[in-house]
């Protein structure tokens, strides 16, 4: 699918431009979602790994999953979805990049400014005295890692099953797509709350709000346009209707 005439006009002229990613758009780089039936980890379903009471039961086992994830990590690349993206930060005026994904592809792709709703997989901390920790893994006895400062067990900092969302992120989130002209919503179903609701606030203030899944969503029948494809291929073309109006060397690195 195209993007329509409508749609083009906006891109061109909007100046404040507000995104929210999900699953779908780490899914075209190769991250799994984790639910798959093969592999080591297919008798777990996430919801049983990703929640406190399951670290605190089992802080090792956890971790051996989370370990698991990020030498996944380590093979994937940004696609040409997070470059644009990172790239239409540099050319708009007021840009906000809201992710509900914890693997940091966003930052790889070139993005500076990402509000992550769920956390960063990259990031870890102290349960006890929140002392934070990078790059922390099992350790070489498969023990889960402890502080250097207080002994304490340190988790992931991502937000699991049953935990609330970073306040201040998601205000921050939804105060852009408050004020924005154009909302990009692209690879999320729209059906995880509060998060799905930014884009209806968005619509409610008046925005433009255009929606990139590869299929048709709860949120389609509620944004201005949905465009059904691949984002590694329609993002850059949204790029390009933006920079078709926008000066270059503007922001420049
Ligand atoms: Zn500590």
């Not at 990613?21 to 008798?43: D, M, N």
């Not at 408050?178 to 729209?190: E, H, P, V």
């Not at 995880?192 to 008046?206: E, N």
Request: aromatic share 8%.
């Amino acid at each position: 699918m195209t993007i329509s005439a409508k749609g083009i006009s906006v891109l061109e002229s909007a100046a404040s431009v507000c995104v929210l990613t999900g699953a779908g758009i780490s899914a075209e780089s190769g991250v799994p979602t984790f639910r798959g039936k093969e592999g080591l980890w297919s008798k777990f379903k996430p919801e049983e790994l990703a929640n406190f009471r399951a670290f605190i039961n089992n802080p090792d086992l956890v971790w051996e999953w989370y370990t698991y994830r990020k030498n996944v990590m380590k093979d994937v690349k940004p696609n040409p979805a997070h470059l644009a993206l990172a790239e239409m930060e540099r050319i708009v005026e007021d840009f906000t990049l809201v992710t509900q994904n914890v693997d940091n592809l966003h930052q790889r792709g070139g993005s500076r400014n990402v509000y992550e709703l769920h956390g960063n997989i990259e990031r870890s901390y102290c349960i006890d005295c929140r002392r934070p920790e990078q790059n922390v893994m099992l350790d070489e006895q498969g023990k889960a890692p402890r502080c250097k400062s207080c002994g304490g067990l340190i988790r992931p900092d991502v937000v699991w099953f049953g935990e609330l969302l970073p306040y201040e992120t998601f205000q921050m989130g939804a105060a852009a797509a408050a004020r924005c002209d154009l909302f990009l919503l692209i690879g999320t179903s729209g059906i995880v709350y509060p998060a799905a609701s930014l884009p209806l606030v968005a619509r409610d203030h008046g925005a433009y709000v255009l929606e990139v899944n590869q299929e048709y969503t709860d949120l389609s029948s509620r944004v201005s346009e949905t465009i059904v494809g691949k984002a590694g291929v329609i993002v850059p073309e949204m790029l390009a209707s933006m920079k078709n109006t926008r000066k270059r060397g503007t922001n420049s690195e």
